[in-house]
């Protein structure tokens, strides 16, 4: 027995340069959103890409994709979206989060998450454990990579860096870069506190201080059967003596380099270092922009609300209404095939239920607006009205004001006269 089941594409209203697929993120409130794209199991999805650069001065930023326990006992809360900054910056990314963990831009990366093509400067992030400038943690086979972050970052315990707190479960960090000063107690390093369990830390460079009482390397505090390659830090920073603090993986072709040598590109192209990539030309390296997304990458799936007085993509919302179940082929004859169907609905639900998940958040989304601008519209009512129209109580109680003046005055002139006519009379007779 088998079963063929699929979907029709939905026409968008209106087509906007963003790869087929994505949000558009342009304001920092688009942003914040983003914590709001979850899925069954309580996890954010989706596909998001920066198109502004932002600020977020001001703000004691919550983490995007901060861990949590259910009340199953099991954790929720993971990032599983992928994020592409598109060569654009946030700055003033401010964390002041002493006794919380799971510190970061994002939260805990997990599932296959990717964040890629982002810039963080003038970052100054606190946090208990597991701190990073980028995100806290990453697991289950996800990436980093072309990437950089400025600034300080601080952890009062453990697992501590200036990309990512502890990096694990066959994770990847490349092409990336860390000016920051890092403060921990333990696994403490410029890019990562930590990468375990057959993760992978390729073509980055570090400068900047570290410090901290166990573990302390100037690239990564521990590496505990990770992949340390291709790194490189500054010499002349206070803690940089030890790329790697405790090296219990595999470490290969990673070296200290002076502030001169960190200008020389020799160093990083010998290393295999991409120069489409890294731009060589202006001191220490850096990433080049990456463009925005062409034109004919369009996804015609794409639908623009306005919520915002003016015409443009920042007083906008896009929703993805593309949406497919694939064809299926299931086989009822045998117990494997059977379990197999089984599993593969179970698929089917849980891409369902994360669809419906997304539309729901941007339901809600378009509902608040709604409210926020009925509220506004209700009072511009008000304030009109009171400046345009006249006040019938007050004018009446001013009219009857002013004719009861306008009498008396009448009297009190009227018996002036006849006072003063009296007087002459007597004065007369």
């Known amino acids: 027995m088998s079963a063929n089941i699929s979907t029709a594409s939905v026409s968008a209203l209106s087509n906007d340069t963003i790869p087929a697929g994505y949000t558009p993120i342009y304001t920092v409130e688009d942003l914040d959103n983003i914590r709001n794209n979850l899925n069954a199991d309580g996890n954010i999805v989706g596909n998001y890409i920066l198109m502004n ?6 703000i004691n930023w919550e983490p995007i994709g901060q861990v949590y326990t259910r009340d199953d006992g099991q ?6 979206a992928v994020f592409d900054g598109n060569g654009h910056t946030i700055k003033n990314l401010y964390i002041n989060r002493p006794d919380e963990k799971y510190i970061g831009l994002f939260g805990s990366l997990s599932s ?8 963080l400067t003038d970052v100054d992030v606190t946090g208990d454990s597991y701190v990073g400038g980028l995100t806290s943690s990453t697991t ?6 072309n990437c950089f972050v400025t600034g300080e970052i601080k952890g009062s315990d453990m697992f501590v860096g200036g990309i990512c707190g502890v990096s694990g ?13 890092v403060i921990g107690y333990s696994n403490v390093g410029g890019l990562a506190g930590a990468i375990i369990w057959n993760s992978i830390l390729s073509n980055c460079y570090v400068s900047g201080s570290v410090s901290g009482n166990g573990n302390v390397g100037a690239i990564v505090g521990l590496s505990q059967t990770g992949i340390v390659e291709n790194c490189f830090w500054l010499e002349d920073t206070p803690g940089s003596t030890d790329g790697i603090g405790n090296d219990q993986g595999t470490s290969n072709n990673n070296s200290g380099l002076t502030s001169d040598e960190m200008q020389n590109s020799d160093h990083f192209t010998d290393a295999g270092w991409d120069e489409n990539i890294w731009d060589f030309s202006t001191g220490k390296p850096t990433l080049k922009p990456v463009p925005q997304p062409p034109s004919a990458d369009i996804s015609e799936n ?7 007085a003016n015409s443009t993509d920042s007083s906008a919302i896009f929703i993805d209404t593309g949406f497919s179940l694939g064809a299926m082929d299931f086989d009822f004859m045998s117990e494997d095939g059977c379990a197999a169907a089984i599993d593969e609905i179970d698929s089917i639900l849980e891409r369902i239920n994360t669809k419906r998940a997304e ?3 941007t339901i809600n989304r378009i509902n608040s607006i709604l409210d926020s601008q009925t509220t506004t519209t209700q009072n511009y009512t008000a304030a009109k009205s009171t400046i345009m129209d006249a006040d019938i109580a007050n004018e009446s109680a001013d009219f009857v004001k002013n004719q009861i003046l306008q009498q008396t005055s009448s009297a009190l002139l009227a018996q002036s006269q006849n006072l003063h006519a009296s007087i002459v009379l007597s004065l007369i007779g």
């Open 169 to 181: 479960i066959s994770g990847k960090i490349s092409n990336c870069y860390a000016d920051v000063d």
């Open 112 to 119: 296959g998450a990717k964040i890629t093509n982002l810039g």
């Open 53 to 58: 650069d932002l600020d977020l001065s001001g």
């Open 359 to 361: 539309i729901g958040a």
């Open 140 to 145: 289950a086979g996800t990436e980093i990579y």
């Open 75 to 80: 954790y929720a809360g993971y990032f599983q």
């Open 302 to 308: 794409i639908i623009r609300l306005q919520i915002g």
